[in-house]
């Protein structure tokens, strides 16, 4: 049957279409890698149209690139993402030909679906004079930018490696080259002075725009020389979960976060304060309020509130124009005001209690007192059950003295078998540290503790980080894994407890002595569990007869669970572990020595065979006792019987005398050795001396008798 005529090439055509179109308006998603690689918060509205706020019109149209241009840049953006380069004076040379070949294309590529990533990458290498260059060419056209899908990302990346080079330039001004006397010298602090200009007038629309509140919290930061550090625990107020990582391999530092806290310019801090004046000024109460609660516009509020009380002193809630005092302007906040039901309407809303946390940690102290007085002291054992307003009971914990903290611990306490049930685990590590801070007695903790984890044998840390006896094969084999929150707060609050001097951190160091050793094993193997292993290893609280005991569950199974790589790290925990067993450091050392060339042939392996110093062991194995035996603080290291001579044998008296003889030194095996051969030698020469002389006298006395026989014989014979 004959088929119908079809034209061919449409998909790819329609490929095209979306590679090369202006997807500004459409908000078509960039098709690599995954779908989920924007930064973009929950929720799909663009803006709350409750919020007054001046809008900017519709975005312009830049236009497209042909296919010779698309070609071009996707191959340099291909040859860019490896960084293959010789040298880096052949990548200087490629990133120069690139931004000739782009030049007078920038806003084209920007809004490009997939050459913007070029861009980024472009960024990221780009020398100081590129940068201001490409600042320039976006002169006048940020506001467009920072809105749309793809430019935004490289505004971003454009405003986080630029902040650097002022720094530098305030540290060391620029002049221009004397070749070129006609030369403007353009500094990057103006750059961003003006692209501020441009961003004021519609700061309380951006706030709220899906793309721009991103790049606009950047923005800040970099004006206020606080760090964006990627390890920050507010890192979720300046990106999105699902940013697509743009970055260079081998690159020299980080690609997404690369400042650290640094000096600015007092422009940039006047900026700063027209900029929160603005938004301020722009919005009143009942508007600020709604951002409370909106998604974009609830981490952008977050960060201007906390900026304003850090760096404008907390007396500025005081003024009326504040944002602060905008939120909450009844002086004093009492239930009926408008200041109540807004901090009420928080506590259990699932956005608004992130800045309810944020007004908590960074509002002034007698603020926090009537806040806290008012609204949670009599709470907080019903907020520590609740999933979202558990997090603003610990943001309160760290603000409370240390009456208030008995008091409050008093109530969460009784409320610890509740809350291992409902697995908020995580409010209860909160009030273990600031217990310890505050010197609070922990005893009520510990006993709530053994009773809500309490089994056949008393308190089972097994319970507390999910860990049952199972088959270990088939879950080795299959690859699974409970990575699930509950799992990763339990082992926090194990490793909490085990920080902790006393009977709580001996609940769980008691409950890993009592393991069997397949379990052991199990724990080790388990990705989350294993990091509590290794907390308990190298613990500062941790007894010697504890870590003995932990240690010798692994016997026999060293070299496999070297070769796992979350067990592994427990085998690197080892060595500092046998602080004080040297003779258990050999033990395990001998095992992986027997499994040398499994352990050589994976890349897990060869990481633990190199911190263990194997290499050493095996070509030097003297060398490495001796210096096993100083790292391992013991003096008294006792080797075993396989260790072909190289190791001590002595006594400990004997080797405390031959210290002694060599001014309280170590002596190595075969230095000990050496003086023994030597002592007994010495021994053997005084006793041959000493029958020598024996016989020499009863030779002498034996020859002085038959003379005088003789001179009586001659007598006679007269």
């Known amino acids: 049957m004959p088929k119908q005529h079809r034209k061919r090439g449409r998909r790819e055509d329609h490929k095209k279409r979306k590679r090369d179109g202006d997807d500004g308006d459409d908000g078509a998603k960039r098709l690599k890698k995954a779908d989920h690689v924007e ?14 706020v001046t809008r900017p019109g519709a975005l312009p149209y830049y236009g497209l690139l042909d ?45 490009s679906q997939s050459c913007s990533r070029l861009l980024e990458r472009l960024i990221l290498l780009s020398s100081p004079d590129q940068l201001k260059t490409l600042f320039q060419k976006f002169h006048g056209h940020f506001l467009n930018l920072v809105q ?112 650290e806290k640094r000096p600015v310019p007092s422009s940039f801090l006047e900026a700063l304060e027209k900029m929160i004046n603005a938004s301020a000024a722009t919005l009143d109460s009942q508007n600020l309020r709604l951002l409370a609660t909106h998604p974009l516009g609830n981490p952008t509020l977050q960060l201007l509130l906390k900026l304003e009380l850090a760096h404008f002193g907390k007396s500025r809630a005081k003024d009326e124009n504040s944002i602060i005092h905008k939120l909450l302007p009844d002086n004093p906040i009492a239930e009926g005001t408008e200041s109540a039901s807004f901090i009420n309407g928080l506590v259990y809303d699932p956005i608004g209690s992130r800045l309810l946390e944020t007004i908590i940690e960074s509002a002034p102290g ?45 109530q969460i306490a009784d409320q610890i078998p509740n809350l291992v049930q409902r697995n908020r685990t995580a409010v209860i590590k909160t009030l273990i540290e600031r217990c310890v801070a505050r010197d609070v007695n922990t005893s009520p903790i510990k006993a709530q503790l053994e009773t809500a984890y309490g089994g056949a044998n008393g308190f089972e840390v097994t319970r507390m980080l999910r860990v049952s006896e199972g088959p270990v094969e088939d879950a080795k084999q299959n690859g699974k894994h409970d990575h699930s929150p509950e799992k990763v707060h339990g082992s926090l609050l194990a490793q909490t407890m085990m920080a902790v001097d006393g009977s709580l951190g001996d609940l769980v160091f008691d409950s890993l002595a009592r393991l069997s050793p397949e379990l052991s094993v199990q724990l080790a193997r388990d990705p989350t569990a294993s990091r509590t292993l290794q907390a308990a290893l190298t613990a500062e609280h941790a007894s010697v007869i504890f870590r003995r005991k932990m240690i010798q569950q692994f016997y026999g199974h060293v070299g496999e669970l070297a070769l796992d ?15 004080g067993l040297a003779f258990i450091r050999e033990r395990i050392a001998e095992e992986l020595a027997e499994n040398e060339n499994s352990l050589r042939e994976s890349f897990v392996g060869r990481a633990v065979w190199r911190n263990w110093r194997m290499d050493l062991y095996k070509r030097k194995r003297g060398d490495w006792v001796k210096q096993s035996r100083y790292t391992a603080g013991n003096d008294g290291f006792q080797s075993f019987p396989e260790s072909n001579g190289d ?72």
Not at 565 to 579: C, E, L, Q, Y
């Open 647 to 718: 190791s001590s044998t002595t006594p400990p008296h004997r080797q405390s005398h031959a210290q002694n003889q060599r001014g309280g030194k170590h002596l190595s095996a075969i230095e000990l050795a050496r003086q023994r051969h030597a002592a007994k030698a010495a021994e053997a020469r005084n006793k041959d001396a000493q029958d020598e002389k024996k016989s020499r006298k009863e030779k002498s006395a034996s020859s002085a008798g038959s003379n005088k026989d003789k001179e009586k014989a001659s007598l006679v014979a007269q």
């Open 39 to 52: 930064s973009v918060e929950a929720g799909d509205a663009f803006h709350d149209e409750a919020v007054d």
């Open 148 to 259: 749309h899908r793809f430019a935004s990302h490289c505004c971003e990346a454009l405003f986080v490696h630029a902040a650097p080079v002022v720094t530098l330039e305030l540290a060391e001004p620029q002049t221009p080259p004397s070749s070129d006397p006609n030369a403007i010298f353009v500094s990057m602090e103006s750059l961003f002075v003006h692209t501020l200009a441009e961003l004021q007038e519609h700061l309380g629309y951006l706030m709220t725009d899906r793309f721009a509140s991103h790049v606009l919290r950047v923005l800040l930061v970099v004006l206020s020389g606080a760090p964006l550090d990627k390890e920050n625990k507010n890192k979720s107020v300046l990106q999105s979960k699902r940013k697509e990582k743009v970055g260079v391999a081998g690159a020299e530092r980080g690609q997404d976060w690369v400042l």
């Open 67 to 111: 296919d010779d241009e698309q070609e071009y840049f996707k191959r340099a953006d291909e040859m860019l993402e490896l960084n293959q380069f010789e040298h880096p004076e052949a990548r200087s040379l490629f990133l120069a030909s690139v931004y000739k070949e782009a030049d007078g294309k920038e806003l084209k590529i920007a809004n």
């Open 366 to 410: 007698k603020l926090f007192k009537s806040i806290y007085s008012e609204f949670f002291k009599e709470r907080m054992g019903s907020l520590a059950r609740n999933e979202i307003a558990s997090y603003v009971a610990g943001r309160i914990l760290e603000r409370l003295g240390k009456d208030d903290l008995e008091e409050a611990m008093s």
């Open 565 to 579: 790589p979350a067990a592994s790290r427990v085998i690197d925990a080892i060595w500092n572990g046998t602080h």
